[in-house]
């Protein structure tokens, strides 16, 4: 059983960064694509952004596409999320969750392990 941890949310004013960290362990995540998504209370969870268990290929939700960039270090087996240039609709609790699979998807039902998440608030 794979187990991520986020951190660095925080608030920020808009138009700051913020960078997320997601730590796995129990399990090596390096052959596996992972990915963030987003929810704010009474919604459903959106996708952000996605990698490929080599980071060679990430794709991204269009409403970040620009901003947000996402990274991993497989030694360390970690994922990043850098978001540049925030803005109010981007508040949101920030969760990472991995796949079994190591080639990407933006599909909330082809993760199989969750994070809790780490909010993310941007004021105006």
């Known amino acids: 059983q794979t187990q991520l941890v986020e951190s660095g949310g925080g608030l920020v004013q808009a138009g700051g960064s913020l960078k997320l960290s997601c730590v796995a362990s129990g399990r090596n995540v390096g052959g596996y694509a992972m990915g963030w998504f987003r929810q704010t209370p009474g919604k459903e969870r959106n996708f952000v952004a996605a990698?490929?268990?080599?980071?060679?290929?990430?794709y991204y939700a269009d409403s970040v596409k620009g901003r947000f960039t996402i990274s991993r270090d497989n030694a360390k087996n970690t994922v990043f999320l850098q978001m540049n240039n925030l803005k109010p609709e981007d508040t949101a609790r920030y969760s990472c969750?991995?796949?079994?699979?190591?080639?990407?998807?933006?599909?909330?039902?082809?993760?199989?392990?969750w994070g809790q998440g780490t909010q993310v608030t941007v004021s105006s």
């Open positions: 990698i490929t268990w080599n980071g060679q290929i990430t």
């Open positions: 969750a991995i796949r079994r699979v190591s080639h990407y998807s933006d599909s909330e039902a082809d993760f199989v392990s």
